[in-house]
């Protein structure tokens, strides 16, 4: 797509960490991480980012698991509902907290 810079968010701190060489790579997932590797000097940053950030993302993630194709969404009014509520929330700097009930 013409992309110079890209920047890559995860929540999981493990995985940027494997990637970033700085724990040992579980032998099962070393070819996937060799192939991640492959693009990070191609102008790719990875960094870490705590869940509560990563709503929309986590939303578009949970609709390509229950999907067996591939998803396009290149418009922010074709995104799902609740990923874009999300996204809408997440523009406007709408804080986003992660609870759980105790009982």
């Known amino acids: ?4 810079m890209v920047q890559v968010e ?14 040992s790579i579980p032998w099962a997932v070393r070819p ?3 192939a ?5 000097p191609l102008g790719v940053r990875l ?3 705590f869940r ?14 229950a999907c067996n194709g591939r998803l396009d969404y ?9 990923s874009r509520s999300l996204f809408v929330l997440d ?3 709408v804080p986003n907290f992660r609870f759980s009930l105790r009982r």
């Open 36 to 40: 991640i590797r492959a693009f990070l």
């Open 91 to 93: 523009r406007e700097q």
């Open 32 to 34: 996937l991480i060799r």
């Open 74 to 82: 290149p418009t922010l009014s074709s995104l799902p509902r609740l």
């Open 47 to 49: 960094s870490h980012c």
């Open 10 to 23: 995860s929540d999981s701190q493990v995985l940027v960490r494997v990637v970033a060489g700085s724990f």
């Open 52 to 65: 509560e950030a990563n709503t929309v993302a986590d939303s578009l993630a949970a609709v390509g698991v």
């Open 1 to 4: 797509m013409g992309f110079s």
